[in-house]
C-alpha cells in the first residue's frame, strides 16, 4: 500500500490534507502573489518544497500523536530545515538556493541570515541539523511524490523550471545590481534592495501557506481575490463618480478656478512617465480630491491592483476616508485599516479581519503610516503577509513632513526599491516636503513635481498674515504671560486657537484661563480619550459655524488636517513645517480679512520640553531661518511660508539630524542602525564572503518601531459610553463578543506613561485577568480628560 504523508488534520470531519497538495496549493498561491514576473518561479520552487520537512516518519509520528494528545495541533517539531536541505541538494553555492533555503527556514516566522549575537550564519546551522543521506532519503521521497502528483513532474522537469528560475532571478539581480552601482550608492546599496526582494519572497510564501492552511481548516474554497478585469471595473467606475462630483463643485471663485487646474494637473500627471510624483500645494487646495483623481487614472492607465491612501495620524485619516468613500461611492470595496476601526456584529468583524490579514482581496485600502511602515520592517508575520501588496500599487502618502526622523533613509529606500523594481506608483503630499532626495546618503530618487509654479497658488490661497512674536518674549512666556497673550488676542478676535508642545502647558494654560474668558474654552490632547476629543471638535466646531466666541487650548494633535477654522492661531516655537501646519487652521474658508498667525515663545519651565529632542532641534532650526528671514526678507518673498524659508529650514533641522537618518541603534554588541542591519550588517557579516544574504531580519524587526512610545500603557476611561462599555467587558462571556467590546474600547482609552501610572497608584485597576487596566471614576475629567488626582468633592460620591 502506497504510503500517505498528512500536513493538517481537520477534526469537524476527520479529514486529513495531504503535504503534497498542500505543497501544490502553496506553490501556486505563492507564484500568484508573487508580483514580480522575475521572482514567480522562485515563488513557486519556495512553496513547492517548504514543508518536504514533514515527509520524514518522525514528523509524520508526532503529527499523529499531537492530535491524539492536544487536539489539532501540530507541535512544534522542526520540518522547515529539511525543505531548505532539499534546495540546497539541487541548488548549492546560487543566490537562488539561497533565497529559498531562507524563505523556507523562516516560513514560520523570521530569523536572522547572520546572527548579531554570536556571529552565526542560519545556513550553516541548518545544515548541520540533518546528515547527507537524511537529505537525500526526502529528496527521494519528494520527486515521487510529486511525479505521483497531479502535477505528474518528474526529476527532468523540475530541474527545468529550476534553470528558468535562475535565470529570472538573475535577472533581477543583475538590474538590482546595476540601479546601485550606476547611482554610487547614493540611493542605496545591492544588500538592501536583495533584502527587500526576500522580504517580498517571504510575503508570498507566508501569505500562501497560511491561506491554503487556513482555507483547508474551515474548509473553504480559496479565493484568489479580484481579477484584473473586476479590478479594471472598479478603476472606471471610480473615475466616472468622482469626475461627476469635481464637476458639481463651485467653479466661479478665483480658489475654485485654482484647485480646478491643479486637480487637473494631477489627471495629467497619471498619463506622464515615472513612478514617483510629489504634490506640494498649499493647504485648502483640495489635495485629497487630486490625489484620489491621479490615483484612479494611474490605476486604470496601468492596470494596478490596488490604491493605498497612507496618513500619519488618525484624525486625518478618519476624515479623508470619509472624503473617499464619499467620492467614489463603493464602500465594499474600501478597507479602512486601524485600531479604531470596529464593526457591529461578529461575522462583520471576522470578515474584517480576514480583509487586514494581507489587503489583497479589496481594491482601496486607507491606513495609517504605522502599518505601512510595519508591512516593510516589523518582523510580525501579519506586517509580513501584506507585503507583496504594495506592489503593483498606487500609494499616496499623505503629511509626508511628520514623519520621525530615524525613518528617513529606510523610507527612501522603501520608496526606490517599490518605484523600481515593484511596478508601484508613489505620490508625496504635504504643504511642505522635506528634502528627502537631499540626504548626503541613502537618497530617495528625485521626485516629479506633479504641480509646477506653486508660488502662484500660494499667492491665490494666502489665508494669513504671518507674525513673529517670538522677539517680545524675552527668554519666553510664563504661563501667567501667554495667558495674557491669549486674552489679548481673543479681544481683537473671536476665535483663537493655541497649540502648545506638551500636554502639561496645554493643561496649564486651560485651567488659568478660567473664569478670565467670554464664549467657549476649550482643551485638547492626548489625555482625553478619541471619543473625547471627537465630542468636544463637534462641539468647537459647531460654534464656530454659529461665529461665536470660542477659545482653545491643545497640543498639536490639532495641527494637521483637522477640518476646523479659527481667525486666530497662537503657535508655540515648533519646527517650520508645524508653523505652516498650524496656520492650515486659521482662516480655512478665505474670508474677506486675512487670518492672523502667531509665533511665540514659551519658557522651558512653562514648557518643560528638555528631554523632547525632536521639539528641540525643530525649535533650534526655526530660530536660525527666523534670523535668516529677518536680514533678508526679500530673499524670502516676504513670506515665512515660503518655499525658500521651507528649504531653508529643512537644511538646518537635517544638516543637524543626519547621523539620526538611518535609524541608529546602540545595544550591548555595538552601534549600528536599521539600514545597516537590513543591509550588509557588517559588524557580525563582514566576512562571511561565502553568503550574499547577511541581513538581521528578525533583529531589526523586533528592535523597528515607528513611534517611540517610551513604555506608554493604555488605560481604558470611564467617559460617557466607556463606562458601560467596561461593565459590559467584565459580564460577557463569549471571547468573539469580548473583542468586539475591546475594540469599542480603543476609543475610550489613554495612553501614559510608566510614571504617570505609578502617580496614578490606586486609581487604576486591573481586569480581565490583569491584562486590562482602567481608570477609577472621579480621575477622569469632562473637560481635560485624564487627571492624576481625583476631581473635587468626589467624596460625596459614594
Known amino acids: 500500500m502506497e504510503k500517505t504523508y498528512h500536513s493538517h488534520y481537520r477534526e469537524k470531519d476527520q479529514q486529513y490534507q495531504l503535504n503534497v497538495n498542500h505543497q501544490i496549493n502553496v506553490a501556486r498561491l505563492a507564484e500568484n502573489y508573487c508580483p514580480l514576473p522575475e521572482l514567480k ?13 514533514k515527509y520524514p516518519e518522525e514528523w509524520q509520528e508526532y503529527f499523529e500523536k499531537s492530535l491524539k494528545e492536544e487536539g489539532c495541533n501540530e507541535g512544534k517539531l522542526d520540518h522547515s530545515t529539511l525543505g531548505g536541505l532539499v534546495v540546497n541538494q539541487y541548488l548549492p553555492g546560487t543566490l537562488l538556493g539561497e533565497m529559498v533555503q531562507d524563505a523556507i527556514y523562516m516560513h514560520h516566522g523570521l530569523q536572522d541570515c547572520v546572527s548579531i549575537s554570536d556571529g552565526s550564519i542560519l545556513l550553516e546551522k541548518r545544515k548541520q541539523k540533518y546528515t547527507a543521506e537524511k537529505v537525500k532519503a526526502v529528496c527521494r521521497e519528494a520527486e515521487v511524490l510529486l511525479e505521483a502528483s497531479e502535477l505528474k513532474l518528474n526529476a527532468a522537469e523540475m530541474a527545468e523550471i529550476r534553470k528558468k528560475a535562475r535565470a529570472d532571478l538573475n535577472v533581477l539581480a543583475k ?9 554610487n550608492g547614493l540611493y542605496g546599496n545591492r544588500n538592501f534592495y536583495l533584502g527587500m526582494l526576500e522580504r517580498l519572497l517571504f510575503s508570498s510564501l507566508m ?10 481548516m474551515e474548509n473553504r474554497k480559496t479565493d484568489t481575490g479580484m481579477s484584473q478585469d473586476e479590478i479594471q471595473k472598479v478603476w472606471e467606475y471610480g473615475i466616472i463618480t468622482l469626475e461627476n462630483k469635481l464637476n458639481e463643485l463651485d467653479k466661479t471663485s478665483e480658489i475654485a478656478s485654482c484647485r480646478q487646474d491643479i486637480s487637473a494637473r494631477c489627471r495629467n500627471a497619471a498619463y506622464a512617465s515615472g513612478n514617483l510624483f510629489r504634490l506640494s500645494v498649499p493647504t485648502g487646495a483640495g489635495k485629497t480630491l487630486s490625489t484620489l483623481r491621479f490615483a484612479l487614472h494611474c490605476a486604470k492607465a496601468n492596470k494596478k491592483r490596488h490604491i493605498f491612501y497612507v496618513a500619519p495620524f488618525k484624525s486625518i485619516l478618519e476624515q479623508n476616508a470619509s472624503v473617499i468613500r464619499t467620492s467614489l461611492d463603493m464602500p465594499d470595496m474600501i478597507l479602512e485599516h486601524h485600531s479604531d476601526v470596529v464593526q457591529e456584529e461578529v461575522k462583520g468583524q471576522q470578515r474584517y479581519e480576514r480583509l487586514i490579514e ?6 482601496v485600502i486607507v491606513t495609517t503610516a504605522v502599518q505601512f511602515f510595519q508591512t516593510l520592517f516589523k518582523e510580525k508575520r501579519s506586517s509580513i503577509r501584506r507585503f507583496h501588496s504594495l506592489c503593483d500599487s498606487v500609494i499616496i502618502f499623505d503629511e509626508v513632513q511628520a514623519m520621525p526622523v530615524k525613518l528617513l533613509q529606510l523610507f527612501n529606500l522603501a520608496v526606490n526599491f517599490l518605484t523600481q523594481f515593484c511596478n508601484t506608483t508613489i505620490v508625496l503630499c504635504t504643504a511642505t516636503q522635506p528634502l528627502l532626495d537631499r540626504l548626503p546618503e541613502n537618497r530617495m530618487l528625485p521626485p516629479v513635481d506633479m504641480v509646477n509654479s506653486i508660488s502662484a497658488y500660494k499667492e491665490v490661497f494666502r489665508r494669513v498674515e504671518f507674525h513673529d512674536c517670538t522677539q517680545d518674549c524675552g527668554k519666553g512666556f510664563n504661563i501667567s504671560q501667554a495667558v495674557d497673550f491669549i486674552l489679548e488676542k481673543s479681544r ?20 488659568q484661563l478660567k473664569g478670565k474668558t467670554e464664549g467657549g474654552l476649550y482643551h485638547l490632547s492626548t489625555l482625553m480619550c478619541a471619543e473625547h476629543r ?6 468647537i466646531r459647531e460654534r464656530l459655524d454659529r461665529n461665536e466666541k470660542v477659545i482653545c487650548i491643545s497640543t498639536q494633535l490639532v495641527e494637521a488636517g483637522v477640518d476646523f477654522s479659527f481667525q486666530c492661531v497662537i503657535r508655540s516655537l515648533a519646527g517650520l513645517d508645524n508653523l505652516i501646519q498650524a496656520a492650515g487652521r486659521c482662516n480655512r474658508n478665505g474670508g474677506p480679512e486675512k487670518g492672523l498667525v502667531c509665533l511665540i515663545k514659551m519658557s522651558e519651565e512653562a514648557e518643560r520640553i528638555s528631554s523632547l529632542k525632536d521639539i528641540r532641534m525643530a525649535q533650534e532650526a526655526m530660530l536660525c531661518t527666523l534670523q535668516a528671514y529677518r536680514k533678508s526678507p526679500e530673499s524670502f518673498r516676504e513670506r515665512l511660508d515660503s518655499e525658500e524659508a521651507v528649504t531653508l529650514y529643512f537644511k538646518y533641522y537635517l544638516m543637524e539630524r543626519k547621523d539620526e537618518t538611518s535609524y541608529p541603534v546602540l545595544k550591548e554588541w555595538g552601534r549600528s542602525s536599521l539600514v545597516e542591519l537590513l543591509s550588509d550588517n557588517k559588524i557580525f557579516a563582514a566576512e562571511k564572503k561565502e553568503i550574499r544574504l547577511k541581513q538581521a531580519f528578525l533583529s531589526a524587526g523586533q528592535i523597528f518601531t515607528v513611534i517611540d512610545d517610551k513604555g506608554l500603557k493604555n488605560i481604558l476611561v470611564p467617559y460617557r459610553e466607556g463606562k458601560g462599555l467596561i461593565q459590559a467587558l467584565q459580564s460577557e462571556a463569549d471571547p468573539e463578543q469580548k473583542r468586539i467590546i475591546l475594540r469599542k474600547l480603543q476609543r475610550y482609552s489613554v495612553g501614559v506613561s510608566e510614571k504617570t501610572l505609578k502617580n496614578l497608584g490606586n486609581a487604576v485597576y486591573r481586569i480581565e485577568e490583569n491584562r486590562v487596566l482602567v481608570l477609577a471614576e472621579g480621575y477622569y475629567d469632562e473637560n481635560v480628560g485624564l487627571k492624576e488626582e481625583p476631581s473635587a468633592l468626589d467624596f460625596l460620591n459614594f
Open 175 to 183: 538590474e538590482v545590481q546595476l540601479f546601485a552601482k550606476n547611482n
Open 41 to 53: 518561479k522562485t515563488a513557486w520552487l519556495t512553496g513547492i518544497h517548504h514543508d518536504d520537512g
Open 492 to 511: 481683537q478676535m473671536d476665535q483663537v486657537l493655541m497649540i502648545c508642545n506638551t500636554k502639561s502647558c496645554a493643561l496649564d494654560i486651560y485651567e
Open 207 to 216: 501569505d500562501a501557506d497560511w491561506r491554503d492552511t487556513a482555507d483547508f
Open 358 to 363: 494581507n489587503w489583497d482581496e479589496v481594491p
Open 534 to 539: 471627537s465630542n468636544v471638535l463637534k462641539e
